[in-house]
């Protein structure tokens, strides 16, 4: 499976964006999917996911009631919508893939493969 995330870009402290991530090769619709995020010097850092339904999601504190996850099996995509950025959610945003199908989404980013090629995410202050 390949996985490609578009939609990042730069944007002032405050403002909304949508990345999305668009699945290709299988189907993911059976498969919980993730958002992570790497910024320079950091470790890769889960920031949201969704079950393979869309009806359970997970969001750590730092981004809780600002991001949303969701996805559109018909479209093998998946979206995360991020209102309120900061510029310390500047970094570079990729998706995954649950490795077990099926099953409830995992909270570590070792959860989840097929990471793809992410999307650059820049706030400035």
């Known amino acids: 499976v390949q996985l490609q995330a578009s939609g990042g870009g730069l944007v002032q402290a405050g403002d909304s964006l949508k990345p999305s991530c668009a699945a290709s090769g299988r189907t993911v619709s059976s498969y919980a999917m993730g958002w992570a995020r790497q910024a320079p010097g950091k470790e890769r850092e889960l920031v949201a996911a969704i079950s393979w339904r869309g009806g359970w999601t997970y969001y750590p504190d730092s981004v809780k009631g600002r991001f949303t996850i969701s996805r559109d099996n018909g479209k093998n995509t998946v979206y995360l919508q991020m209102n309120s950025l900061k510029p310390e959610d500047t970094a570079v945003y990729y998706c995954?893939?649950?490795?077990?199908?099926?099953?409830?989404?995992?909270?570590?980013?070792?959860?989840?493969?097929?990471w793809g090629r992410g999307t650059q995410v820049t706030v400035s202050s």
């Open positions: 995954g893939t649950g490795r077990v199908p099926l099953i409830r989404p995992g909270l570590n980013t070792h959860d989840y493969e097929y």
